[in-house]
C-alpha cells in the first residue's frame, strides 16, 4: 500500500507539478487548494504525510497548520514555500511543520525531504 499524501497549494500548476513527481515515486496524491479546505478535509483524507504552501491567501499555511495540529492530528508537515527567509521558516516551524524545503528545489530533494519523514513518523 502507497502512502497518501495531503497536498495543500492555492497554485493548480503547482498542484500539477507534485502529483507528476509524488504519483511517479508511488505515492496516492490528496490535493486542496487552499488552507481552509485542507483543515476541514484533512481527517476524511487520512493522509499520511502533508505537503503544505506557506503562502496563501484567506488562510496562511501556517495557520492551516496551527489549526490541523489542534485537531490532535501528528502527521509529518512538509512545509514547501518560495520565502528563503529564516524567521518564515521558523514561524512554520512553530507552527507545527516538521521540515521546511525553499521552492525551487530538485524533485530529488523534495522526495528525500518526504522519504525521510516518512520513514520517522
Known sequence: MSNKILVVDDDVTSLDIMDLILEGQGFN???ATNGHSAVEGVTDANPDLIIIDLMMPQMSGQEAVRQIRSKGISVPI????ALDDPS?????????CDLVVTKPCSSKELVKGIKGLLLNS
Open 29 to 31: 496524491v490528496v490535493r
Open 88 to 96: 518564515v521558516h521558523q514561524d512554520a516551524k512553530d507552527a507545527g
Open 78 to 81: 512538509l512545509a514547501f514555500t
